[in-house]
């Protein structure tokens, strides 16, 4: 009986060892079993939409922009947590990282000083120029003037004169309701001029550029003792980016990041899209400014056709208020004056160490020479996107002949995006910046593009290979251009008269110091209130 129970025992025994050395086995080949990302095509159509053509009928782009996702991109691409090896987990942490805030937060709230707005003297009327982002700080900048001036602004004119004929109306392009309420303490704001003023006589004014408080206060406020109305026949640059009063600078920031919001469905459009982006991970978008007006106005032909660098001149002879019409394109090149190709981005993404599979979004209209120009940067990084590739025809089909408001989609998914990269630094690109840095100094990496014109030189001829040493090069150049906080830079020294206004950094591309303050002066000075 004994003899049974013993063997019994050791049956058991076996057994249990089996099992557990089985239970092992299992447990040790599952940490090495890859675990496949997911398929984007398992994405319901408000996530993710895979509509071929979709941008076809609305332009004659080429067919980069035309493609849905790539075919060969049906998975996710792989975030740095997921990348095999501690250095690359750690370089692309790094990579991806913002940079250090150095405890920065908004403060716009105005000080104990500031008042409602005072007696209206009259109507201010604006005629607003430019794109969509020179547009915004003419607004803002406008609405600084109209407190100045005790004046009620007429809710402004959009520019529908310059080369992008976009007919929007401010309504269509900001919300106007939300603009005017946000204001209300600042300045009094209407939607139409009064009927009984319609007929007055007004005076209409070229503002000065870059003035300060004393022009507005004296030379302009004055025009209040012979007229009603006064328009301003540009808003561009006409207040100054430096020593104003300290609740002029608040009410200017409070105007471009708070009051003046884009509409209701143009801020649908643009957080869809980013919810579309970040289905593929962090990414970065890219203002690829490689397009036929940027060229033609810059005299910016590398790597063009003859035929290509003779449309261009024809394009910026033709329009008369482009006053430089003889430009040497190897010297504008050599300056840093062009905006980066795609190739040459393509080149730049590569050395800061960015993987092939990185999500990014193309924030422009359309590339110039599409496809021609486009496969260097496609073939390295084929996860390019856009708002024509991201959305349906349906979608897009209300904003698709109005410049500024695809324009102000593209700039959602720009402020919204984990990285920021501009080709030129151009009006667009400078705008998303300052919000950026006002939103708590998101990565923004700005190109050193004559440094980096160099270094693709010496590729281009021989003396240099893509490789280590030029992404060494590369990073080191840009350690110190990510977006971390900084004070506005003031003029160029030995500049003078409006030349030294125009080398100021300008106001919207870096509110700090007067819309930024650090926690612990926050708390212990009034005109530091956070809002």
Not at 198 to 210: C, I, L, T
Not at 304 to 321: K, N, Q
Not at 359 to 383: K, V
Request: charged share 25%.
């Amino acid at each position: 009986m004994q003899q049974k129970k013993k063997r019994w025992r050791n049956s058991v025994r076996k057994v249990l060892s089996c099992a557990i050395a089985v239970i092992t086995f299992v447990a040790l080949l599952s940490v090495h079993v890859h675990v496949p990302s997911f398929d984007v095509t398992r994405f319901p159509h408000n996530k993710l939409p895979m509509h071929e053509f979709s941008y076809q009928r609305l332009s004659g782009e080429r067919s980069w922009i035309q493609e849905f996702a790539p075919p060969h991109f049906s998975k996710a691409p792989v975030t740095a947590s997921k990348l095999d090896g501690a250095n690359w987990n750690w370089t692309l942490d790094k990579l991806w990282r913002p940079p250090p805030n150095r405890d920065y937060v908004r403060c716009v709230a105005p000080t104990s000083l500031y008042t409602s707005p005072p007696e209206s003297r009259g109507y201010l009327l604006v005629h607003t120029n430019g794109g969509l982002n020179q547009m915004r700080a003419g607004i803002c900048d406008m609405v600084a003037v109209a407190r100045i001036i005790n004046a009620t602004l007429v809710i402004p004119e959009l520019d529908k004169r310059s080369l992008w004929k976009d007919s929007s109306k401010f309504s269509d392009v900001f919300d106007e309701d939300h603009f005017i309420n946000s204001l209300a303490n600042d300045v009094r704001i209407v939607k139409k001029l009064p009927k009984e003023l319609a007929s007055a006589a007004r005076a209409v004014k070229h503002f000065r550029s870059w003035s300060g408080v004393d022009y507005y206060e004296k030379e302009i406020a004055s025009m209040w003792d012979e007229y009603q109305v006064i328009r301003a026949a540009k808003s561009d640059s006409r207040l100054a980016n430096n020593n104003l009063p300290p609740d002029i600078q608040k009410l200017r920031c409070r105007a471009c990041y708070q009051a003046l919001q884009f509409s209701p469905q143009i801020e649908a459009m643009g957080k869809l899209l980013v919810d579309r982006m970040r289905t593929y991970g962090p990414y970065i978008a890219l203002h690829l400014r490689y397009e036929k007006d940027m060229l033609a106005f810059s005299g910016c032909t590398h790597d063009l056709s003859p035929e290509e660098a003779e449309e261009l001149r024809a394009i910026r002879e033709s329009i008369p208020w482009w006053k430089v019409k003889d430009i040497n394109p190897v010297e504008q090149r050599g300056k840093g004056y062009c905006p980066l190709t795609p190739r040459e981005v393509g080149m730049f993404l590569s050395a800061l160490g960015f993987t092939s599979n990185t999500p990014i979004y193309i924030a422009a209209g359309e590339i110039y020479g599409g496809d021609s120009h486009m496969s260097d940067l496609q073939s390295r990084y084929p996860l390019l996107m856009n708002k024509e590739k991201l959305s349906s025809y349906e979608e897009l089909e209300p904003f698709s002949k109005h410049a500024s408001q695809l324009a102000a989609i593209d700039y959602i998914v720009s402020v919204e995006s984990d990285i920021f990269i501009p080709s030129y630094s151009g009006n667009m690109a400078r705008a998303v910046e300052g919000h950026r840095r006002f939103l708590g100094h998101r990565k923004t990496i700005s190109p050193d593009r004559k440094a980096l014109v160099r270094l693709v030189n010496k590729v281009d001829q021989g003396t240099m290979i893509e490789g280590k040493k030029l992404s060494d090069r590369i990073i080191e150049v840009h350690r110190t251009r990510q977006g971390s906080p900084r004070k506005r830079k003031g003029p160029i020294s030995g500049t003078k008269g409006m030349d030294r206004f125009r080398s100021e950094e300008a106001f919207y591309v870096n509110p700090l110091p007067d819309c930024l303050c650090q926690k612990e002066s926050a708390y212990t000075n009034n005109s530091n209130a956070i809002v």
